[in-house]
């Protein structure tokens, strides 16, 4: 797959052009976003990940394909360790992203199969339904449960899950790839 960086943003201003559709992952820090975006475009390290929660703070924007499509990787939220400061500018600079950026046709949010959903996600996920932008849900890192951990976790989440949206939450793993063609058949529908 034909892929590049194109740059980092903090603000509007600083946005490539509005050219092509655009599909944003966003989630907690260090939730795997992006991981879930080096395995959808089969990269090892073209979305910068780590272990040290709360790096990627800008927006970074990719193209996908001939200018077919531009990938965006938002920074995390609900990092606890980040000023107050460093946590009302991520509620700006995403909140004017979603509402100003009309070429965003969906957001992939990304949640940890193993935590509950968090006031972060439920804020984000409302925020989506304001600005008329589609949803498409991930569970990650479902590698570190087995079987039977998997169950109850997702008997746990879909109470919670089926309150906020009526899109299936999407299962995945960076590790073993489960869930990278359905997650791209969701993106596909929303081009
Ligand atoms: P920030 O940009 O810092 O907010 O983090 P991020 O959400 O981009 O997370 P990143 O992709 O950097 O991954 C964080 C850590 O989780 C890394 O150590 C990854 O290797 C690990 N990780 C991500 N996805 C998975 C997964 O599906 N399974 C497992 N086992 N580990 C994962
Ligand atoms: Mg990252």
């Keep these: 797959m034909d ?39 089969n990269r090892k390290k073209l979305a910068r990940t780590s272990s040290t929660p709360g790096r ?3 927006l970074n924007f990719f193209n996908v394909g001939e200018d077919r499509l531009c990938l965006v990787d938002l920074p995390g939220y609900g990092f606890a360790r980040v000023p107050l400061k460093v946590k009302a500018s991520w509620g700006k600079m995403v909140e004017s992203y979603l509402k100003y950026r009309d ?13 509950n959903i968090s ?18 849900p991930v569970f990650t890192k479902v590698d570190k449960l087995n079987r039977k951990e998997m169950q109850a976790r997702l008997k746990a989440l879909d109470s919670t899950f089926s309150r906020l949206s ?14 990278r063609d359905e997650i791209w058949k969701r993106i596909d529908s929303f081009l």
């Design 119 to 136: 006031d972060d996600d439920i804020n984000l996920i409302n925020w989506l339904a304001e600005y008329n932008k589609g949803l498409i």
């Design 56 to 58: 990627t703070q800008a």
């Design 3 to 41: 892929v590049s960086f194109i740059k980092s943003a903090f603000n509007v201003s600083h946005y490539p052009p509005p050219d092509r559709p655009e599909i944003a992952f966003a989630g907690k820090s260090n939730v795997g976003k992006s991981s879930l975006i080096n395995v959808l475009v």
């Design 103 to 115: 070429n965003l046709k969906a957001v992939v949010v990304i949640m940890d199969i193993r935590r």
């Design 166 to 179: 009526d899109e299936k939450p999407v299962l995945f793993s960076a590790q073993t790839r489960e869930g």
